[in-house]
């Protein structure tokens, strides 16, 4: 946990620009709600954070009977994300700005997953050429995502059906050490009911 006041500050400008990415814009008040902190906390974050060049004013929200209040969103190029989703065969890979919006091209290619030695091998190394391709500077990145088949560990990084290591070795912590990013991993049927949820039709849906 925090303790420190910058370690505190850090965690609730985090909490900030996780809801903006979920959201396309919100008020200082509907922050303020999601983070749990006061308004005029939320406030100077905010501030800080448009200062930072990492969220940016969006207009207005809609009227509720009042004077509409400032609506703030994350800026969609200040960070990156490497998406790839594999399945038995076929792997693509992506890079997303923070608006979820596809930065170049689409990356397709065949990548036998079963009895594949160097498929985490040939895995990184398009994922790092992708990155070199696109121009964009390597520190713009924040991580990759990756969707699989198979019984996914995604605490320990492990995947217990395809791409095993010796001795069920992390598949994340082996691809950091590849490609320099922090990655994730996860199956990619949970993942597709995820991104349902927090972008699609039924976002905000209890069941």
Same mark, same amino acid.
Not at 28 to 52: G, N, W
Not at 57 to 65: I, L, M
Not at 165 to 172: A, E, Q
């Given at each position: 946990?925090?303790?420190?006041?910058?370690?505190?500050?850090?965690? *609730?400008?985090?909490?900030?620009?996780? +809801?903006? *990415?979920?959201? =396309?814009?919100?008020?200082? $008040?509907d922050l303020?709600?999601?983070?749990?902190?006061?308004?005029?906390?939320?406030?100077?974050?905010?501030?800080?954070l448009i200062?930072?060049?990492?969220?940016?004013?969006?207009? *207005?929200?809609?009227?509720?009977?009042?004077?509409?209040?400032?609506?703030?969103?994350?800026?969609? #190029?200040? /960070? *990156?994300?490497?998406?790839?989703? /594999?399945?038995?065969? %076929?792997?693509?890979?992506?890079? /997303?700005? /923070?608006?979820?919006?596809? %930065?170049?091209?689409? +990356?397709?290619?065949?990548?036998?997953?079963?009895? @594949?030695? #160097?498929?985490?091998?040939?895995?990184? #190394?398009?994922?790092?050429?992708?990155?070199?391709?696109?121009?964009? $500077?390597? #520190?713009?990145?924040?991580?990759?995502?990756?969707?699989?088949?198979?019984?996914?560990?995604?605490? =320990?990084?492990? @995947?217990?059906?395809?791409?095993?290591?010796?001795?069920?070795?992390? %598949?994340?912590?082996?691809?950091?050490?590849?490609?320099?990013?922090?990655?994730?991993?996860? =199956?990619?049927?949970?993942?597709?009911?995820?991104?349902?949820?927090?972008?699609?039709?039924?976002?905000?849906?209890?069941?």
């Amino acid at each position: 946990l925090p303790t420190t006041m910058t370690e505190k500050k850090k965690l *609730y400008r985090n909490k900030i620009l996780k +809801e903006l *990415y979920f959201e =396309n814009a919100l008020s200082c $008040a509907d922050l303020s709600v999601r983070i749990e902190k006061s308004f005029p906390v939320t406030a100077k974050l905010l501030e800080q954070l448009i200062k930072d060049n990492l969220v940016v004013e969006a207009g *207005y929200t809609a009227s509720t009977g009042g004077r509409p209040a400032h609506a703030y969103d994350i800026r969609r #190029d200040v /960070m *990156y994300l490497v998406s790839v989703a /594999m399945d038995q065969f %076929i792997t693509k890979i992506a890079i /997303m700005d /923070m608006r979820n919006k596809r %930065i170049g091209p689409l +990356e397709n290619f065949a990548l036998p997953l079963f009895d @594949n030695p #160097d498929a985490l091998d040939i895995l990184a #190394d398009k994922i790092t050429g992708l990155i070199k391709r696109s121009g964009l $500077a390597a #520190d713009k990145f924040i991580g990759i995502g990756i969707g699989m088949p198979g019984f996914v560990d995604v605490r =320990n990084g492990v @995947n217990y059906s395809q791409l095993k290591l010796p001795g069920n070795s992390s %598949i994340t912590e082996y691809l950091v050490r590849k490609t320099g990013l922090p990655v994730l991993i996860d =199956n990619d049927s949970s993942l597709i009911a995820l991104a349902e949820l927090r972008f699609g039709e039924t976002r905000g849906e209890k069941d």
